[in-house]
């Protein structure tokens, strides 16, 4: 009768078995919740924004007003930043950058939530497959001490099966978490980048400048447009910060 899955596994990896248990749980389930994040925010379509744009109209009171209601029904992080920038539509231009910068590292912090810990794991499971393979060849040596007669292929097994064993869990372990780990990250900052472009195209917009939505917008209407004043955006992968000159 075959034994279990973890009590196989259990054998072969020896006193090591449980951290890299642990290591393995807690990786996918970082990996599940962020992937859960990335496919939410991917189905949910900012067509707000794209209307918005195609409206060309100015920042009117009444405007601003019908955003908000529609925003409101919005669940992703670029229309929850787009509401508090226009509830605080009356302020000084300044005082709304600070606002929404403030916003802008809260989401990073939220977008980044875990991959440290996800990055941790890559780090520790090869040095706990190496720590198995240390524990292997004391293991080896140890029964091979304690023998008189010549070396036979069992001695070795135990301890060089272990050895390899954990060596090989960990790598297994750790592979998939590092990438994961910096592909995530990579989502995090496009992702951050895009909604600091967005909402500085509607802290200009508030200010009067009708035609700031359009501005780093890939369409014919952008060819005819006369220059403006530049926008100064941060794309630093360390801060979110909109900087308007």
């Known amino acids: 009768m075959s034994q279990p899955l973890y009590v196989q596994l259990s054998q072969q990896l020896g006193y090591?078995?449980?951290?890299?248990?642990?290591?393995?749980?807690?990786g996918l389930l970082i990996v599940l919740e962020r992937l859960a994040l990335v496919i939410s925010e991917q189905l949910t379509r900012d067509t707000w924004l794209t209307d918005l744009r195609q409206q060309s109209l100015g920042a009117t009171p009444v405007k601003r007003q019908q955003l908000i209601i529609s925003l409101n029904q919005g669940r992703s992080m670029l229309a929850r930043g787009t509401a508090l920038l226009?509830?605080?539509?009356?302020?000084h231009k300044t005082m709304r950058e600070e606002i929404v910068n403030l916003w802008l590292l809260k989401q990073k912090e939220k977008l980044q939530s875990g991959l440290r810990v996800l990055q941790i794991i890559g780090i520790i499971t090869p040095l706990l497959g190496l720590l198995g393979t240390v524990l292997g060849l004391i293991e080896?040596?140890?029964?091979?001490?304690?023998?008189?007669?010549?070396?036979?292929?069992?001695?070795?097994?135990?301890?060089?099966?272990?050895a390899m064993n954990t060596t090989a869990a960990g790598l297994i372990i750790a592979v998939p978490a590092i990438t994961m780990a910096h592909l995530l990250t990579l989502w995090a900052d496009r992702r951050?980048?895009?909604?600091?472009?967005?909402?500085?195209?509607?802290?200009?917009?508030?200010?009067?400048?009708?035609?700031?939505?359009?501005?780093?917008?890939?369409a014919p209407a952008q060819l005819s447009q006369t220059p403006t004043s530049p926008t100064k955006i941060n794309n630093d992968s360390s801060s979110c910060d909109v900087e308007v000159n």
């Open 16 to 26: 090591l078995a449980w951290p890299l248990f642990i290591c393995a749980f807690l």
């Open 86 to 91: 226009l509830i605080h539509a009356e302020q």
């Open 140 to 162: 080896m040596f140890h029964q091979l001490g304690l023998s008189n007669g010549p070396v036979t292929p069992s001695q070795l097994a135990t301890g060089l099966g272990l």
């Open 192 to 218: 951050c980048n895009k909604m600091a472009h967005a909402l500085n195209q509607l802290n200009l917009w508030l200010d009067g400048l009708d035609q700031a939505l359009n501005i780093g917008v890939d």
